[in-house]
Structure formats: structure tokens, C-alpha cells
């Protein structure tokens, strides 16, 4: 299994649609979770960090979290086509090591 | 400008050769990491550093060596004893402490021929 899941896509969704990307973690003494954004070639780009339980927006992004269900996600609302790109979801533990731990990312295409 | 500085943007090996990627970070961030991505694949990690002088390996180290000298500078060589090498290389720092954000640089794609 693992450590963090991401359904692969493509997602597609309509200009102007709100985009749902999901992600599920499966270690427990993760404490910090990270949506970045990832254009074909290039690297990835901060868009969300969310540490707490319930919701945090951003402008057209929300990103929410449950640690009881293990489960990470990011709403993007009003989608253009310039938000076509593949997300990648991360989590870092609290103590130890702490370097980034990765999804292997959700393809998004926004259909104009 | 603040930020992270990878160099060269591309680089070719070939069979045999040790290479050597640069990652300099002007942030003063105490945490350096380098990460490996395959096509159409997430970042897998291959070392990290949470303060100068010390480095760990991560879940992909064979094959790969780095220093880490200066609080800025985090180096990784890419030994002949790496089999497929052939990928894009991402370094990425952050401060340090919990709950903190890491931001990558440019990256490097490297090509064995």
C-alpha cells in the first residue's frame, strides 16, 4: 500500500465547473498536508498547505481534511482551462523524518 | 530574488559517468531535500538534509551521494552505480519545524546516452 493515493485520472470537468481531487494517507503520524500543482515539464508549485481539521480556502481553492478518515482533498472552484495540470497531493510527518512523502498525482482537464 | 537555483536544466550522461547536480537556495531555509520523478509518476525521495553537516537517506538512495556543506548549497551526484538514472531531479527546501512548506526549484532533466 501506498503511504499516499491519488486516483491517477484524467478528470475532466467543464470550464466554470467545480474540480474534486481526493487523496488518502495511510500513516497516521502524518500532521501537515500540501496540494501542488504540476504543469507538464515543469516543477511543482505550492497552491495549499492545511494542518487542521475542517476547511481552508484560498481564493478559488479549499482544501479540506479529515485525519479520522485519513482523507485529504481540494475543491477547485469556477475551472479554467489554465487550471489543466496534474495535482499532487503530499503529507509530512510531525517528528522524525520529515521530508515530503508524495502521491503519484490526478490528471485535471478542463474542458473550454 | 529569493528562491531555489537548480543547474544545468538539462543534463546529458553517459554510460559509466558520474554527474553532479547543483541546488543552491538563497531562502535560509535549514531543510534541503532532492526528490526523483518518472514519467507519469509522483516525487519519490532520495536524500534529505535538516541542517548542515548531516543528510539522511531516503526511500531511493542507492546509487546517490550528496554533501551538504553550506547551509545553502546541497549538491547530488548521480554515481555510475545508479542503473537508470534517466529521470527529473527536484530539489526542494524548507524551514524547519513542523508544519512547514517546501518549495522546489527549476529541476533537472537528466538523460543517459
Known amino acids: 500500500q501506498k503511504e499516499v493515493e491519488q486516483n491517477s485520472g484524467p478528470l475532466s470537468v467543464p470550464e466554470g465547473a467545480i474540480a474534486s481531487l481526493n487523496c488518502t494517507y495511510s500513516?497516521?503520524?502524518?500532521?501537515?498536508f500540501f496540494w501542488y500543482r504540476q504543469y507538464s515539464g515543469k516543477s511543482p508549485e505550492l497552491i495549499m498547505s492545511i494542518y487542521s481539521n475542517g476547511d481552508k480556502e484560498d481564493g478559488r481553492f479549499t482544501a479540506q481534511l479529515n485525519k479520522a478518515s485519513q482523507y485529504v482533498s481540494l475543491l477547485i472552484r469556477d475551472s479554467q482551462p489554465s487550471d489543466s495540470a496534474t495535482y499532487l497531493c503530499?503529507?509530512?510527518?510531525?517528528?522524525?523524518?520529515?521530508?515530503?512523502?508524495f502521491g503519484s498525482g490526478t490528471r485535471l482537464q478542463v474542458q473550454p | 530574488d529569493g528562491g531555489i537555483t537548480q543547474s544545468p536544466k538539462y543534463l546529458f550522461r553517459k554510460e559509466g559517468q558520474n554527474v553532479t547536480l547543483s541546488c543552491e537556495q538563497n531562502?535560509?531555509?535549514?531543510?534541503m531535500y532532492w526528490y526523483r520523478q518518472d514519467p507519469g509518476q509522483g516525487l519519490r525521495l532520495i536524500y534529505y538534509s535538516q541542517i548542515v553537516n548531516d543528510f539522511q537517506k531516503g526511500d531511493i538512495a542507492e546509487g546517490y551521494s550528496v554533501s551538504r556543506e553550506k547551509k545553502e548549497s546541497f549538491p547530488l551526484t548521480v554515481t555510475s552505480a545508479q542503473k537508470n538514472p534517466t529521470a527529473f531531479y527536484l530539489c526542494?527546501?524548507?524551514?524547519?519545524?513542523?508544519?512547514?512548506?517546501?518549495?522546489f526549484g527549476q529541476g533537472t532533466r537528466l538523460t543517459v546516452v
Open positions: 531562502l535560509n531555509h535549514d531543510a
Open positions: 526542494a527546501s524548507s524551514r524547519s519545524g513542523t508544519n512547514t512548506e517546501a518549495f
Open positions: 500513516d497516521r503520524g502524518s500532521q501537515s
Open positions: 503530499a503529507s509530512s510527518r510531525g517528528t522524525g523524518r520529515r521530508a515530503l512523502t
